[in-house]
Every structure is written in C-alpha cells, then in structure tokens.
C-alpha cells in the first residue's frame, strides 16, 4: 500500500534551548519524507502562539505540517480568530481535538465536543481544511459504554472529518476490533494507528494512566522487572513496539502517526526497523 500516511507529532517548546532541540529533531524527522508533522496545543489554547509558530517554522524548511485545535475553554470568536490565522498562512491541514479543560477552569467553552468543532471549522472555511480527529480503540477515558465511543467518532465524521489518528495503544486486536465496530457503523474515512514509542517507562506509565491507553500486564512485568536498566528498557520497547507496527502494517492499516515527545531517536529507529526509508 504505497498511499500510506506516515506522521510525526510534536508539542511546542517554551524555551529558547527546546526550541533548538526540535528544530534538530523535525530536520533528522524530516529526512524520513513523512506526509506531515502534528504539533500539539496546551490545553485551553495554553500554547497558541507556540503552536502556530512551531508549524510555520517547519513549513518554511519545506516540509508539511498541521497545528491541533482544540475547543475547551474557547469562544467561537476565539476559534475563528485561530482559523483566520491557519488559513492566511496558507495552511490546509489541521487536528480537531476536545482537547482537556485547563486546571482551575470550570467552564468547557462554547463548543463543548470535538464533533462540534469540526461542524464549527466546516462552516467558517468550508473545505479549505483537511481535518483529522481523533478516536480510542480502547475507549475514552470518559466513555461509559462501549458502543459510545463509535457513535461519537461517528458524529466527527458526520460532521465533516477527513482521517481520523487514534490514541496510542499496545493491544493490536483492540485496534482491528474497532476497525471492525466502525465499518459496521459505516465509518469509512482512514483510521491511523497512533504509536508511542517507549524510551521511559515510568513516564509511559503515566501517561496511560491519564489517558486510558492500557499497557498489558505482561509488558508492565516485564519492564518493571528492568528496574533502572534504561538500556534494556529502551532495546525492550524497540522491540515490542516494532512488532506491533509490523502486525498494523500486515494486516492493512493505512500509515502510522509517530508520538515522539519531540525526540527523534526512537521513531527513527522504528522506523528503519520496519524498512520504511526505501519507500
């Protein structure tokens, strides 16, 4: 399948010297010939200005890229202000996200769901955007059911989404299972398996922790047994997340869409790995 997305997802950094740091990393990145870079945006719009500044810098080497937007705790002036702002810089590809609600703030803003968003973008730009949402193979933290999560990634599609990048996860069923739950909802748009390599597993444990992404028992064991053996930790998760993306790639999943906390070590070696540079 030569039409395959493969993407890289960055967070915009607030420091001269992060700035440096990912500047090095989306040129190494750059290299690989992705179809684009993501980049993140803080919750509540926390880092707005970082986020569009961060595309254009990418863009301006020549390479694709689409900021996240996301509608917790925004007016819908404020959104339209930010569409405004993409689209006068000549950008046609964005990720509309929820996105989570800042500490301290108790109202969710005027568009309360993703799927409102992307109706929101849709009437204000028409289809000046190429949209991409986002979806859970293993749920939503917040779903109460299981059939939920596919009709609201049904109500983002409806509402004019164009691909969809899913929460990242290490149980390949769970992504052909809800492959298999959307077909039947008549969900046809590209569905790309977002990956998370492993450098840190504390950190990984976190994060999943956060946001309902469930690492297997027999991989937590396994990792835990490590201790603080960061080289087999890292060969460990190079390994077991280089399978997973050979099963994805196996079985027909449209591309891969690389979370890479902004370094590019990991995602590269992947990335090698499965043979992807002489595309």
Not at 15 to 43: C, D, I, M, N, Y
Not at 145 to 150: K, S, T, Y
């Amino acid at each position: 399948m030569s039409n395959r997305t493969y993407s890289f997802e960055f967070f915009p950094p607030r420091t001269p010297a992060g700035k440096e740091k990912l500047r090095a990393t989306w040129e190494q990145l750059g290299q690989l010939k992705p179809k684009f870079f993501s980049v993140t945006f803080g919750a509540g719009g926390s880092t707005r200005d970082g986020t569009l500044d961060t595309v254009l810098d990418i863009r301006r080497a020549g390479l694709e890229a689409a900021p996240h937007i996301s509608c917790v705790a925004s007016s819908r002036a404020e959104i339209g202000a930010i569409l405004g702002q993409y689209k006068a810089a000549g950008i046609r590809h964005v990720v509309a996200l929820r996105g989570d609600l800042p500490s301290g703030v108790a109202m969710a803003g005027e568009l309360r769901y993703a799927n409102e968003l992307v109706a929101y973008i849709r009437e204000m730009t028409g289809d000046w955007f190429h949209i991409e949402v986002g979806c859970y193979p293993e749920y939503h933290p917040q779903t109460r059911r299981a059939a939920d999560e596919v009709k609201n990634f049904k109500k983002k599609v409806d509402a004019g989404a164009n691909a969809a990048i899913t929460q990242y996860f290490y149980n390949a069923d769970a992504y052909f299972r809800f492959l298999d739950e959307c077909a039947a909802a008549g969900i046809t748009i590209p569905i790309v398996p977002g990956i998370m390599p492993i450098g840190n597993f504390s950190q990984l444990a976190r994060f999943s922790d956060t946001c309902g992404a469930e690492i297997p028992r027999w991989m937590r064991l396994k990792f835990e047994g490590y201790g603080d053996d960061s080289a087999s930790i890292r060969a460990f998760g190079l390994d077991v997340v280089t399978v997973l993306c050979e099963k994805l790639l196996a079985a027909g999943a449209p591309g891969l869409h690389f979370y890479t906390l902004n370094q590019a070590a990991l995602s590269t070696t992947i990335w090698e790995r499965l043979g992807l540079s002489a595309r």
